[in-house]
């Protein structure tokens, strides 16, 4: 961790590393627990296959004689769109990790009521009725590279997101059992709804 350095970026600055955001993204979330480089566009089970796929056409509609060829899950330009919009929501933070002059990791997040349609926005059926009406701070995405993994760089840039000068508790969504479910653990977060593919909601008090 020495050499890597934690920044909270400005709106310049995320402007500036919009484009490195995205590729750190489109990276960490191909590959394994998510898996999510490829997927095929006429599947209806939406059949999805890791950034490591050599692959051009989906395996499983050639076995029923058609040609079909795979799209990103996660276009750099989509996930540009999706940060900008993410980054104008009411408090929202991103943080970055530096290695020199190379992003290998961020966080970001942002200030959430939750009400009713949390539950939709979300995916969380139930959630509200659990956890009630109140304001939290969402992490909304947290990655890092796989080769700086275990360094205590992700622990770092949730530490920077969930920083405020009022205190609130935080709220995210996370797949179960991942590095960063384990990781979300050390801040003493307890799951408080299990959700689809594998996914939990939960709540920690770091």
């Known amino acids: 961790m020495n050499d890597i350095k934690i920044v909270k970026l400005d709106v310049a600055g995320q402007k500036e590393n919009s484009r490195n955001i995205a590729n750190v993204y489109k990276e960490v979330f191909g590959s394994d627990p998510w898996n999510e480089g490829y997927k095929c566009p006429e599947c209806v089970n939406d059949n999805i296959y890791p950034l490591s796929f050599t692959g051009k056409f989906c395996p499983k509609c050639s076995l029923l004689g058609k040609k079909v060829e795979l799209d990103e899950y996660w276009p750099v330009k989509q996930v540009i769109s999706d940060f900008n919009n993410e980054m104008r929501k ?34 969380a059926p139930g959630l509200f009725k659990i956890i009630g009406r109140k304001n939290y701070r969402y992490i909304d995405e947290v990655a890092v590279l796989p080769k700086y993994r275990n360094m205590g760089i992700g622990k770092s840039l949730v530490t920077n997101i969930c920083k405020n000068d009022n205190f609130q508790p935080i709220l995210l969504r996370t797949k179960y059992n991942s590095p960063a479910f384990r990781m979300f653990l050390q801040f003493n977060g307890k799951v408080v709804l299990n959700i689809t593919r594998d996914r939990v909601i939960m709540i920690l008090n770091p």
């Not at 200030?111 to 939709?120: H, I, L, Y």
């Open 90 to 123: 009411t408090g929202a933070i991103c943080c970055i990790a530096n290695d020199e002059s190379k992003v290998i990791g961020f966080a970001w997040g942002y200030d959430m009521s939750v009400n009713e349609e949390t539950d939709k926005h979300l995916e």
